[in-house]
């Protein structure tokens, strides 16, 4: 889900520099939602089959390789129609060279940041506010070019979603430490 998410990133700093149409906007759009739809669809059928068996089970495995298989089915398709919708704007988008650049240059970082924010690492929580504002800051950069008030609503959507999946991992890693720690014994 975390490639998802910088994907999607990716895809909505791209919507918001290139001047698309409402047809492409929404294709788009409708896939990055789709392949989260389907990923979270995954999870819980995951989450189902561990429930429903502890032991290796070739059905079990089955049943969570397909899943998978069609997520990344998803995924590709998801590219395959982004690559044609760039094809297809490929003169819009060269006739803007700076324009492009400068979309490169702010959102590739705001991309890293926020995938630094959601990843695995440990660290204070003050540096997950740094991340953060480091990528809002870079977010707002991009409003004053921004061609599509919704694909950059998306991405401080994104952003946002990060920031909250930084602040679960920390919660979900205090829990686990507080029940590692064997509970105080009082003697009576």
Known sequence: ?????????????VGSAVPLRL?????????????????????????????????????????????AAGVLVLAIGTVAIFAAILV???????????????????GLPIAALGGLLSSHRRGPRAFDLVLLAAALALWSLTLGWSTSAVFSGMVL????????????????????????VPAPRLDV
């Open 23 to 67: 047809p492409e906007k929404v294709t788009l759009i409708f896939c990055v939602l789709l392949v989260f739809f389907a990923e979270i669809v995954n999870t819980a059928l995951e989450a189902l089959v561990d429930l429903h068996t502890e032991d290796f089970r070739s059905l079990a495995r089955t049943t969570k390789d397909t899943a």
């Open 88 to 106: 297809n704007d490929w003169p819009t988008i060269a006739a803007r060279p700076r324009e492009v650049e400068r979309q490169f240059a702010v």
């Open 157 to 180: 959507g994104l952003l946002v979603l990060q920031a909250a999946a930084a602040h679960e991992l920390r919660w979900a890693r205090r829990s686990d430490r507080s029940r590692s």
């Open 1 to 13: 889900m975390k490639v998802h998410v910088v994907s999607a990133v990716l895809v909505g700093l």
